[in-house]
């Protein structure tokens, strides 16, 4: 499957404000945020392969129907994978996928700010960090920025990966202005847990998906959750948001794509950026019919 996805793309057209990696300094910030936690704890996360390997299976399966080179955003990359997991999973999906997908250029997006959500674990670690390395929440946004591009764009290359520090509200409009209309294979939506933020986000990015791509929307939930928790705003808004495109959800679990508590929406090849289309649907396994 992989050898048909192909060699490293050119580099990706420039979009709005990424944060371009900067040089190793002894003793500032973000060298010390990414060596002493991001690092430390990707380190630790060997569990968490099965999650990462799922999603991986799931846009591997679908490559070889999709564009060349693969184009995938992440919307909330502070720890590279679900709140749920976040403290120990530090831009490992991120690194997973392009280690992977050779084809494929990732955009991530996030603003890193600590205290978003009181009632979010993420938010909590984050400001535990914070308050660790004498940071306030300004100074930690930007040094988790610099930590994460310099250390992932170092590892694939600044023309396949690119991280954008804003809010996703913001990145929408610079990422759908740089591509060709509708032409995200991938959109991984991870940013604000509420029924408001996993809302404004799906309605923002379904356009930017092409016609047989997908959204897929971590900690939807399912019949096994991690640790038993669950974000019913996500589900809410998940499943309006399908509902008011005919379209169905498809949820994944353990060892079935595209993973625990994730799910998904696809988008048909004869679907337009915004348009419904009722003759499709996706079954409760990886097939999609149109």
């Not at 986000?201 to 669950?230: C, H, K, Q």
């Amino acid at each position: 499957m992989l050898a048909s996805i192909g060699s490293p793309p050119a580099c990706a057209p420039e979009a709005g404000q990424f944060v371009a990696p900067t040089a190793p300094e002894s003793g500032a910030p973000w060298m010390k945020l990414l060596t002493d936690h991001v690092l430390y704890w990707r380190a630790r996360k060997a569990w968490s392969q099965q999650y990462y390997n799922d999603v991986f299976q799931f846009i591997a399966k679908r490559a070889p129907d999709l564009q060349q080179p693969l184009r995938i955003v992440e919307v909330g990359t502070a720890f590279g994978v679900s709140a749920l997991l976040a403290r120990l999973t530090h831009g490992g999906l991120a690194n997973y996928l392009l280690q992977r997908l050779p084809r494929a250029q990732l955009y991530a997006v996030d603003p890193f700010l600590s205290g978003y959500d009181p009632s979010d674990r993420h938010a909590h670690a984050m400001a535990a960090i914070a308050s660790k390395l004498g940071l306030n929440k300004t100074e930690l946004s930007v040094a988790w920025a610099s930590g994460m591009a310099y250390d992932l764009t170092a590892r694939h290359g600044s023309c396949r990966y690119r991280l954008f520090h804003m809010r996703s509200q913001d990145a929408a409009p610079f990422l759908g202005a740089a591509f060709p209309k509708a032409s995200v294979d991938v959109a991984f939506i991870d940013g604000l847990h509420t029924y408001e933020g996993t809302k404004a986000d799906a309605e923002a990015y379904w356009p930017l998906v092409a016609p047989g791509g997908v959204l897929i929307f971590n900690d939807y939930g399912g019949p096994r959750s991690f640790a038993g928790m669950t974000f019913p705003g996500v589900r809410r808004a998940v499943d309006e948001f399908a509902a008011s495109r005919a379209k169905n959800v498809s949820v994944g679990a353990p060892g079935k794509p595209p993973g625990l508590s994730n799910a998904f929406i696809a988008k048909t090849r004869r679907e337009t950026a915004a348009g419904p289309n009722a003759d499709s649907y996706c079954d409760a396994g990886l097939g999609c019919h149109f």
